[in-house]
């Protein structure tokens, strides 16, 4: 949005110009209550974009040949060059959202495999003695279901949190020091135009522009991280689910109670061959890994691309891969989740065995 504005400014700017020196003050006056109702932070950017409009403001006298400058070369080019960042900002929080859902789907699988544990246990509890032993089967059954989809839950959401979300707010960052270096240029660019026009407004022009050319965007990511900050807490680690035991249903005598084995966060013997179970896990652990080298190798190749077809200033074509780098982000970060996942359940198995 405040990329679009300066663009826009440059565009009104010209014709503006053209036409009186009142036009321009009321001009100035308008993109200043607009920027002001924008949620951007109060950085370098912020100061260098009113640097220039207190420039444009002091020199109202127009300038034709200016307006074809400002027009031609800088604002239609900052519009083209920016559109694809705008569509991944967009695919960022969109991808953001899918993420949790995986988080929260592993989370209802936990709470059903809790739910299953906790009735076995209660089954077996309350059996009168004659089908005890498959009842045992299917507690402990349970019981290993609920430990391995514990892990799965405890992986998905430490890898979501260590690796898939910095990833998302890295995006951010490169978006944002892209939009920002397209900003300063616009920026720096109507003021070197006007400054070769006039020798005090040179004067006045060229200081934007070198105020423009040394923002630095990690500077106003720095301070958005500070006003973040303030407002939240963030945890130096990813809070993991703890086992939990199912206990007794109600009126079941402490005799009884002692007689089924209690469990820990561990692997149990069921009676079966747990063998199975690690092939289809060590088969699902190849697959996703094919998987993530798959989309790695894929995502590299769109990311050459975008930078050569940005390069050749085809920005329409540039546009059209964000679409597919942002999906195949997604879908690298989905496949990472799951295999941590997998990893996770694989290294029970092995401690179990």
């Given at each position: 949005l405040f990329l679009s504005t300066v663009s826009e400014f440059a565009q009104e700017l010209g014709a503006a110009m053209e036409s009186h020196s009142v036009n321009v003050r009321r001009l100035v006056d308008e993109f200043r209550s607009r920027s002001g109702d924008t949620r951007v932070d109060s950085g370098g950017m912020r100061r260098v974009w009113e640097s220039l409009l207190r420039q444009v403001q002091s020199d109202a006298e127009a300038h034709l040949d200016l307006a074809a400058v400002l027009?031609?070369?800088?604002?239609?080019?900052?519009?083209?060059?920016?559109?694809?960042?705008?569509?991944?900002?967009?695919?960022?929080?969109?991808?953001?959202?899918?993420?949790?859902?995986?988080?929260?789907?592993?989370?209802?699988?936990?709470?059903?495999?809790?739910?299953?544990?906790k009735r076995a246990y209660a089954s077996l509890l309350t059996t009168d003695g004659g089908s005890e032993q498959e009842l045992k089967r299917a507690y402990f059954e349970a019981h290993n279901a609920y430990v391995l989809q514990l892990k799965a839950t405890n992986?998905?959401?430490?890898?979501?949190?260590?690796?898939?979300?910095?990833?998302?707010?890295?995006?951010?960052?490169?978006?944002?020091?892209?939009?920002?270096?397209?900003?300063?240029?616009?920026?720096?660019?109507?003021?070197?135009?006007?400054?070769?026009?006039?020798?005090?407004?040179?004067?006045?022009?060229?200081?934007?522009?070198?105020?423009?050319?040394?923002?630095?965007?990690?500077?106003?990511?720095?301070?958005?991280?500070?006003?973040?900050?303030?407002?939240?807490?963030?945890?130096k680690k990813p809070s993991r689910r703890l086992f939990v035991a199912p206990?007794?249903?109600?009126?079941?005598?402490?005799?009884?109670?002692?007689?089924?084995?209690s469990l820990r966060d561990e692997i149990v013997p069921t009676g079966t061959s747990t063998l199975p179970l690690m092939e289809d896990l060590?088969?699902?652990?190849?697959?996703?890994?094919?998987?993530?080298?798959?989309?790695?190798?894929?995502?590299?190749?769109?990311?050459?691309m975008q930078r050569k077809s940005a390069e050749s200033n085809l920005y329409t074509k540039v546009a059209e891969l964000q679409e597919d780098i942002s999906m195949k982000r997604f879908e690298l970060g989905e496949a990472q989740l799951y295999l941590a996942a997998v990893q996770a359940q694989v290294l029970r198995l092995i401690l179990f065995i």
């Open positions: 027009q031609q070369q800088l604002s239609r080019p900052t519009l083209e060059a920016s559109f694809h960042r705008k569509l991944q900002s967009r695919k960022v929080f969109t991808h953001r959202e899918a993420y949790e859902q995986v988080v929260t789907k592993t989370e209802e699988k936990l709470q059903r495999a809790r739910a299953d544990y992986a998905i959401t430490e890898r979501y949190q260590s690796q898939c979300l910095p990833g998302l707010l890295g995006e951010i960052a490169e978006v944002y020091e892209e939009l920002c270096g397209l900003a300063c240029k616009c920026v720096a660019g109507i003021s070197e135009a006007a400054a070769e026009r006039a020798g005090e407004q040179a004067k006045r022009y060229l200081a934007v522009a070198k105020e423009a050319q040394v923002i630095a965007p990690l500077n106003d990511l720095q301070i958005l991280a500070r006003s973040l900050s303030a407002t939240a807490t963030p945890s206990g007794p249903p109600e009126q079941i005598p402490m005799e009884r109670i002692s007689q089924i084995p060590r088969r699902e652990q190849d697959s996703l890994a094919q998987e993530i080298t798959r989309l790695q190798d894929a995502l590299d190749t769109l990311i050459r």
